[in-house]
């Protein structure tokens, strides 16, 4: 079955430091790769996605690249604020069979001023 | 912009009590989620419809939990009856079609509290 793996929290930072979240991934097929962000009390919010090998999604600072000999997406960010607290979701969906997403745990980003 | 809408945002509820969650996706998404999150988890996926069609249900606990999508657009997802293990964030997402290279658009949620 497919499965994702995510770096256990919380990560605390301070602000300008350099942010990265590791997510390592198992999936029949070829899959597709996102990470979602998720602030308190809300729904979930896409931040970015990659859709095959060596490409690099970005968003907002934020950047993770589809590494298929490493089964890898992890978040990087260069500068974190205080405002990118938050819970960070590395997803999949894979090419075979019925389109069926798989989230990991996540990871929770606490950043003081 | 376009978002899915959900309601109510918050239900509590007795437990062995009826309830039901509401969701309408973003015009002309053909693929409609329904996620239950446990706090300090990831969403895990109850049931998924392409138009009115279930998808897959494989992980909602059909003795009592329902979900349908009679028209192919909004949604209902319903427990009876709750019990307290179900007191979850209930997330509802639609995409455009439902393939692997989609993005899932998600509404805000319910919080649903069972005493």
């Known amino acids: 079955g497919n499965s994702v793996t995510q770096m256990e929290g919380p990560v605390t930072l301070s602000e300008e430091a350099f942010l990265t979240i590791n997510c390592t991934y198992t999936?029949?097929?070829?899959?597709?790769l996102f990470w979602y962000v998720q602030y308190p009390g809300e729904g979930l919010q896409l931040l970015l996605k990659?859709?095959?090998?060596?490409d690099k999604g970005s968003n907002k600072g934020f950047e993770a690249t589809y590494r298929k000999e490493t089964t890898s997406f992890h978040l990087e960010k260069g500068s974190v604020q205080v405002s990118d607290s938050a819970v960070y979701f590395c997803?999949?969906?894979?090419?075979?069979?019925?389109?069926?997403?798989?989230f990991g745990r996540g990871t929770s980003l606490i950043v003081h001023p | 912009e376009a978002e899915v809408a959900q309601s109510p945002r918050y239900k509590i509820t007795e437990k062995s009590q009826a309830v039901a969650f509401w969701c309408d996706p973003i015009?002309?998404?053909?693929?409609l989620y329904w996620y239950r999150q446990i706090l300090g988890q990831g969403p895990e996926l109850l049931v998924q419809?392409?138009?009115?069609?279930?998808?897959?249900d494989s992980q909602l606990p059909k003795d009592r939990f329902s979900a349908e999508r009679l028209k192919g657009v909004d949604s209902t997802l319903k427990i009876q009856p709750a019990e307290l293990g179900d007191s979850a964030m209930y997330l509802c997402?639609?995409?455009?079609?439902?393939?692997?290279?989609?993005?899932?658009?998600f509404g805000p949620g319910t919080r649903l509290t069972v005493l």
């Open positions: 997402a639609s995409s455009l079609a439902g393939t692997f290279t989609d993005t899932q658009y």
């Open positions: 999936a029949t097929g070829y899959p597709s």
């Open positions: 990659a859709t095959k090998a060596d």
């Open positions: 997803a999949l969906i894979a090419s075979g069979g019925s389109y069926i997403p798989t």
């Open positions: 015009s002309g998404h053909a693929t």
């Open positions: 419809f392409q138009d009115e069609s279930v998808v897959d």
